[in-house]
C-alpha cells in the first residue's frame, strides 16, 4: 500500500524548534517530489514547502512565511523527508501534511502531525 | 503570488441535487507548456484532503463521475451532478504552476 505517515509533532514553546518526519512505503520515495501543507486549526490550506526528487538533487522551495527558519532533508536509507522547523511563531501551529506529487498531482496524502506553539 | 479566489464560501444542498462551486484566479493559470495546473481536492470532516480533479478536468482515480471539473484562464468550476451525503466537507481549489502553490478558501459543503 502506498501511504506517507507523518510524525513529530507536539507542543513547543514560541522561538523554539521541531522536526518533522514523513516517511514514504510503498513506492519509491526518491523519484517523487514530496510537499507539505499545513492547516491552522480551523483555517484552509498553507503551502509549507516542497523537496525535489533525486534526480533533481533534492532541491528545496518553501513558502515565504517560513523561508530562513524552516529546512527540508532526505534520508534515502529511511524513505523519509525532515522538516527542521526553528525559530517557531504562535502562527506556525498547525496540522501538518505531507503530499506525494505524481507528475503534477498531490496524488497520496499522510495523515497529519500536530505542532501546537504555545507558552 | 497568485491568489485563488473561491465561490461561494457555504452551499447547502438536498441530496440528490446538482452543486457548483467557482473558483477564480489572480492570473492566468495557462502555463509555457500549453497545461493549465489547477486542482480540486475535498477533505472530508477529521480527514486529509483528497484529490479529485486534476489539470481541470481530469478525475483522479476512484472518483465518482458526478464531479466534473471545467474552466480555463482564470476561471474555473467543480461541479457535483447530484450530491449525495458523502460529498460532505470542505473542497478546496489549488494552483500549483507557479510557486508559491496557492489555494482557495475552501467551501464547505453540507446536507439539506
Known amino acids: ?38 492547516q491552522a486549526p480551523g483555517k484552509g490550506l498553507e503551502w509549507v514547502g516542497r523537496s525535489r526528487n533525486k534526480a533533481e538533487s533534492y532541491t528545496t522551495e518553501y513558502a515565504a512565511s517560513v523561508k530562513g527558519r524552516f529546512t527540508l532533508s532526505r534520508d534515502e536509507s529511511k524513505n523519509s523527508l525532515y522538516l527542521q522547523m526553528n525559530s517557531l511563531k504562535t502562527e ?22 500536530t505542532v501546537t506553539v504555545s507558552s | 503570488e497568485i491568489v485563488m479566489t473561491q465561490t461561494p464560501l457555504p452551499l447547502s444542498v438536498t441530496p440528490g441535487q446538482p452543486a457548483s462551486i467557482s473558483c477564480k484566479s489572480s492570473q492566468s ?8 495546473y489547477l486542482f480540486w481536492f475535498l477533505q472530508k470532516p477529521g480527514q486529509s484532503p483528497q484529490l479529485l480533479i486534476y489539470e481541470v478536468s481530469n478525475r483522479f482515480s476512484g ?11 482564470t476561471d474555473f ?9 458523502e460529498d460532505v466537507g470542505v473542497y478546496y481549489c489549488m494552483q500549483s504552476g507557479q510557486l508559491p502553490i496557492t489555494f482557495g478558501q475552501g467551501t464547505r459543503l453540507e446536507i439539506k
Open chain 1, 1 to 38: 500500500e502506498v501511504q506517507l505517515v507523518e510524525s513529530g509533532g507536539g507542543l513547543v514553546q514560541p522561538g523554539g524548534s521541531l522536526r518533522l518526519s514523513c516517511e514514504g512505503s510503498g513506492f519509491t520515495f526518491s523519484v517523487h517530489y514530496i510537499d507539505w501543507v499545513r
Open chain 1, 92 to 113: 506556525d501551529a498547525a496540522v501538518y501534511y505531507c503530499a506525494r506529487l505524481d507528475y503534477s498531482k498531490m496524488d497520496v496524502w499522510g495523515k497529519g502531525t
Open chain 2, 29 to 36: 493559470l495557462l502555463q509555457s507548456d500549453g497545461k493549465t
Open chain 2, 63 to 73: 472518483v465518482p463521475d458526478r464531479f466534473s471539473g471545467s474552466g480555463s484562464g
Open chain 2, 77 to 85: 468550476t467543480l461541479e457535483i451532478s447530484r450530491v449525495e451525503a
